[in-house]
């Protein structure tokens, strides 16, 4: 079957410096986030106080420093260029030009959206792209929904959109929007808004471009310019640009054959608003917004500027549609808007559907195939320019005041050779419109189906010289660089690797090479006592324990069962990397031996030490006294199962050929020896032996504990009726079960790890289990769920736990999606029900969606388990003799 969309992506390596290096169809993507206020890079404060440093308020009135954001836009791979849409209801005191939500401070449960979009559809090239939004025509309850949430209690739910009536009546607006390229610089916009209501409405909408201010900062920077140009057959944009060239924005007439006005501005800050100062232009970056809404003279009459809309007011009977036209091309042209501008977004949607069904796995249900390809396209969204420069973000732009003295020693200080602008796959393009690390490991396994090249560029990225730290640290997220996340990269990078063929060896030597720079800086960090017990402290699972992992009391220390399961897991990945590539380079042989080493003494410590409980055969935390006392936290949580994660199925034969080279290694106890019936015999290399395995899984699958109908707990809801408490110095630490948003804020508002369902750790427990199921087949069988007598395989228990996650989004029999909750249009509405919005984690008894709601980041693993269905482990690992 001709596939174009395949053949745009899959002809290109993976790029050496930046996305056109890979493909000229990168060009322009949906790299412009839904929000860019009340970040870290904005922040210029004393105190480090992001949230309100630039609040929603002044980000229609304040010029970005480091990225912009728009409404369903688009931009240029270095968001030099920017489109998006703004729109006015009429009743609206600003103009909708971004996503409005509300700040960590300000949510009764942290960061959160207070809007309904979805990213309907997408294909890696950005050919074709689909963006919905449901905008309401009474005003925007801004103040309420700030003002609700904050007196609303942690054991309260959050105070919505669609909770403040604003839907009601069906008063609202269906705003679609469709990208199609007609090569890789002529891109056709068509824009539908449906009037959902029972009475016609008018709406302004507003197309808008815009150059990303890169003048303000340094003295004598170019400044680009937008002008009105004259083109048949509509009205044109001319765009200017030293690095992009000329081109020109066309808009078609209205549905009534009228011209759409057009208005201009600088995208400079309005200091006088903000600020009280004098203003540096009469037309500052809210001008179109306060002539449009209070009739201000603040459009540039010249019709010139560095910002500019096309500005259509069109009135809609009820139930119907209008469609706009647009083109983003190097020329205009008379026909810009005839048959042939049709045809492009025909073409491309139907290769859209071309690819997807490529992807699809034979006899996937309609309803899978709507999941997987919804979950791909919010990945693809996802792609966002992230710009900076931590370096001149210390220390303060040449043309601007100096930012306070105390700042030069605050957040990521330690970070001054850090200097991005890349596009990367962000877990959230509104609340997180930055990189995690270990999230963005998750999001390559997914996008490896979509585009290998670009799922490696994300591995590489991190671990390129602007973003590794020179001590081989790689950094954990903004907000701070210097915590860590769990060193997921090197299964990742194998899992890639796997995706796309086991071919490109070029790939796993490069990113080999600066993972063991990365692993050599855990164990000279992380190890205090240099026991082979990891510390790692936060390490992204945020409040699951009864302490702040990263500051503990006076003291003592914390020996954590993840930390160092983690770094079994990597030691484990690294060596499986080393045995890959030592088939096409010997010398490798020695590293091959060095990870099987360095394995043997984290599985000593991890196996002799207090970790293990024997009477609840399972793993925990302990906390160290300075007297040498241990203090074990007695909590059954997702900690004690990521010792099943470092565990590998070797041929006995295979592993042999390594131990001999071994001089540490000692002889397998025979605990670790599995045999098929066939005879065939295998080792089962990992830090918990295989009576502790079985253990652990007797909690895992137990429906009392962590086994919940549409996955697994990250607390055991035994929990529930047996709540942890330790006596510490000077107060009592304890956890108890929340299935759903947590009830501390030790880490934020958003951290709610005791008791919801996560996806990622989900997911590796499966394809954890599709690894024993692939070497010992039907010799292994576990009692699934505990207490119901029957036995099966663990590949039957992974495709059970695919189902369950799966069925998150699937409508049950009752016609709901457990994950919409109890949302009467998210669950009934035709017009709502079939647009997924992609959660962060899930209610763990009942499946409602909670957290960012566009979190197709790690979620979108759902996509990837349609996707790939099965398990297509890699052949058998030949050790070099």
């Known amino acids: 079957m001709n596939n174009p969309e395949r053949e745009r992506v899959a002809s290109f390596g993976p790029p050496e410096d930046g996305l056109l290096d890979a493909s000229p169809w990168y060009l322009w993507g949906p790299y412009l986030s839904e929000r860019a206020w009340g970040t870290v890079r904005e922040d210029y404060s004393g105190g480090g106080t992001a949230w309100e440093a630039f609040p929603h308020d002044h980000a ?3 010029a970005y420093r480091w990225s912009e954001d728009g409404l369903g836009g688009i931009c240029d791979a270095q968001q030099r260029l920017c489109f998006g849409f703004a729109l006015w209801n009429g009743q609206d005191p600003i103009l909708k030009e971004r996503i409005f939500g509300l700040t960590g401070n300000e949510g009764n449960h942290g960061e959160d959206a207070k809007e309904y979009w979805w990213y309907l559809d997408a294909v890696p090239s950005h050919a074709w792209l689909r963006w919905r939004y449901h905008y309401p025509q009474r005003a925007f309850p801004y103040e ?4 609700e949430n904050r007196t609303r209690s942690r054991q309260e739910p959050e105070f919505e959109l669609l909770d403040t009536g604003v839907f009601d009546d069906d008063r609202y607006w269906i705003v679609e929007a469709d990208y199609a390229k007609a090569d890789p610089t002529d891109v056709r916009i068509r824009v539908r808004l449906t009037n959902a209501g029972p009475e016609a409405a008018t709406i302004h909408v507003l197309p808008t471009v815009w150059y990303r201010n890169t003048w303000s900062w340094e003295a004598g920077a170019p400044k680009p310019r937008l002008a009105h140009v004259d083109v048949a057959g509509g009205s044109g944009i001319g765009i200017e640009h030293e690095n992009l060239g000329p081109l020109v924005l066309q808009a078609a007439p209205a549905p009534d054959g009228t011209l759409p006005a057009q208005l201009y501005c600088e995208n400079e800050t309005n200091t006088q ?8 232009t009469a037309y500052p970056k809210d001008g179109i917004n306060d002539h449009i809404v ?14 500019a809309a096309f500005w259509y007011r069109l009135t809609v009977p009820p139930g119907e549609t209008v469609e706009l036209s647009l083109r983003l091309a190097p020329d205009a042209g008379p026909d810009a808007f005839g048959p042939a501008f049709e045809e492009v977004l025909t073409q491309r949607r139907d290769e859209a559907d071309t690819f997807y ?8 249900s309609a309803e899978d195939g709507m999941i997987m390809r919804q979950g791909f396209a919010g990945m693809i969204w996802g792609k966002q320019f992230y710009h900076y420069d931590v370096g001149r973000w210390l220390s303060g732009d040449p043309a601007q005041p100096p930012p306070p003295p105390g700042r030069r020693l605050g957040r990521n200080a330690g970070w001054r ?6 596009i990367m796959s962000m877990p959230d393009p509104w609340e997180y419109p930055w990189f995690a690390a270990w999230d963005s490991a998750f999001h390559a396994v997914a996008l490896a189906h979509l585009d290998p090249a670009f799922a490696k560029y994300q591995l590489i990225l991190l671990c390129r010289e602007w973003f590794q730290h020179p001590n081989g640290a790689i950094p954990a997220y903004e907000w ?4 860590l996340n769990p060193p997921v990269q090197a299964w990742a990078a194998l899992q890639v690797f796997q995706i796309d063929g086991r071919r490109d060896i070029a790939f796993l030597t490069r990113v080999f090479s600066k993972l063991v720079l990365n692993f050599t800086w855990w164990v000279n960090r992380e190890d205090a006592e240099g026991n082979n017990l990891f510390e790692g402290g936060f390490l992204g699972l945020d409040n699951i324990g009864p302490i702040d992992r990263s500051h503990l009391p006076a003291g003592f220390s914390l020996e954590q069962s993840d930390a160092t399961a983690w770094m079994a897991f990597y030691c484990i990945n690294l060596l499986e990397m080393a045995y890959e590539l030592a088939r096409h380079n010997p010398a490798l042989d020695d590293l091959a031996v060095k990870f099987m080493e360095h394995f043997g003494l984290i599985s000593e410590a991890m ?3 207090d970790l293990w409980d024997d009477n609840d055969g399972f793993y925990y935390d302990v906390l160290r006294g300075a007297d040498g006392s241990a203090v074990p936290l007695r909590v059954r949580s997702m900690v004690g199962i990521i010792p099943l994660f470092s565990t590998k199925v070797l041929h006995e034969e295979d592993f042999q050929r390594v131990r001999r080279r071994c001089k540490s290694l000692a002889e397998i106890p025979e605990e670790h020896v599995l045999t098929r019936p066939d005879g065939e015999r295998f080792v089962g290399v990992g830090v918990a032996a295989q009576g502790r395995v079985r253990r652990v899984l007797t909690h895992l699958f137990d429906e009392d504990s962590f086994l919940s109908p549409y996955g697994l707990r990250a607390l055991s809801r035994w929990h529930a009726q047996n709540p942890f408490s330790v006596e510490l110095p000077g107060y009592t630490a304890s956890v108890g079960y929340e299935p759903a948003e947590s009830s501390t804020g030790m880490f934020g508002g958003n951290s709610n790890w005791r008791g919801p369902l996560w996806v990622p750790l989900n997911y590796l427990v499966l394809r954890t289990l599709e690894d024993y199921h692939s070497h010992l087949g039907e010799s292994m069988k576990i009692e699934y769920p505990t207490g119901s007598g029957q036995l099966r395989t663990a590949g039957e228990i992974a495709e059970d736990l695919r189902q369950r996650m799966l069925s998150l989004y699937r409508r049950g029999p009752d016609g709901r999606r457990p994950a919409h909750g109890w949302v009467r249009p998210l669950q009934e509405d035709p017009r709502w029900r079939d647009n997924l919005l992609f959660y962060e984690y899930f209610h763990a008894d009942n499946g409602a969606g909670l957290g960012a709601s566009h979190q197709t980041g790690w979620t979108g693993l759902l996509a990837e388990l349609v996707a790939r269905p099965t398990s297509r482990r890699p052949e058998r690992l030949e050790a070099r003799s």
Not at 144 to 147: E, F, I, M, P, T
Not at 417 to 422: E, G, N, R, T, Y
Not at 480 to 483: E, G, H, K, P
């Open 60 to 62: 229609r009135s304040r």
């Open 144 to 147: 309420r929904l700030v003002a």
């Open 273 to 280: 608003r903000l600020f009280g100062s004098p203003p540096a």
């Open 294 to 307: 209070h009739g201000a003279g603040t459009v540039n009459p010249a019709q010139e500027g560095t910002k």
């Open 357 to 364: 069904a490529a992807l699809t796995p034979p006899g996937t």
């Open 417 to 422: 050779h850090l200097d991005a602008s890349d």
């Open 480 to 483: 701070a660089f210097d915590d």
């Open 607 to 609: 196996h002799g030490k």
